[in-house]
């Protein structure tokens, strides 16, 4: 199985919704399992999201900043878990700017891409389904 991952930093409230980029990740394959999380999730969503992890051959792990001043909660805790798995980690986007996720992947380059432009990131997420 794998695991396609969009967490979003910002207001939960203003947040849409509809989910495209975890639709499209599912539609590409069959084993590709899609979910998100936004920084203000619940420790125990976020506990499920950590099983899902580890249960996966690999984890492609989508966050979007909508709000650089906003702590990115849940965010860190799980790039940090999946930073520590490099067996399940396949791709990391980072979308948007936010300090604190980019001091976060400083050092774990392969991998790891800043994106905001949704096409290369469909592109990048294509590649992954493969």
Request: net charge negative.
């Given at each position: 199985?794998?695991?396609?991952?969009?967490?979003?930093?910002?207001?939960?409230?203003?947040?849409?919704?509809?989910?495209?980029?975890?639709?499209?990740?599912?539609?590409?394959?069959?084993?590709?399992?899609?979910?998100?999380?936004?920084?203000?999730?619940?420790?125990?969503v976020v506990d499920l999201?950590?099983?899902?992890?580890?249960?996966?051959?690999?984890?492609?792990?989508?966050?979007?900043?909508?709000?650089?001043?906003?702590?990115?909660?849940?965010?860190?805790?799980?790039?940090?878990?999946?930073?520590?798995?490099?067996?399940?980690?396949?791709?990391?986007?980072?979308?948007?700017?936010?300090?604190?996720?980019?001091?976060?992947?400083?050092?774990?380059?392969?991998?790891?891409?800043?994106?905001?432009?949704?096409?290369?990131?469909?592109t990048l997420i294509?590649?992954?389904?493969?």
């Amino acid at each position: 199985m794998r695991l396609f991952l969009q967490v979003e930093i910002g207001d939960w409230q203003e947040s849409d919704y509809d989910k495209p980029f975890v639709h499209y990740a599912s539609s590409l394959s069959n084993d590709i399992v899609g979910t998100d999380l936004d920084s203000q999730s619940e420790a125990v969503v976020v506990d499920l999201v950590l099983k899902l992890i580890d249960q996966s051959d690999m984890v492609f792990l989508l966050v979007i900043a909508h709000n650089p001043a906003l702590s990115p909660g849940c965010a860190a805790r799980v790039l940090n878990y999946l930073l520590k798995r490099p067996e399940h980690a396949a791709v990391v986007v980072l979308c948007g700017d936010h300090k604190t996720m980019e001091e976060l992947v400083r050092g774990y380059e392969e991998g790891i891409h800043k994106e905001s432009q949704p096409e290369k990131i469909k592109t990048l997420i294509k590649e992954f389904a493969q």
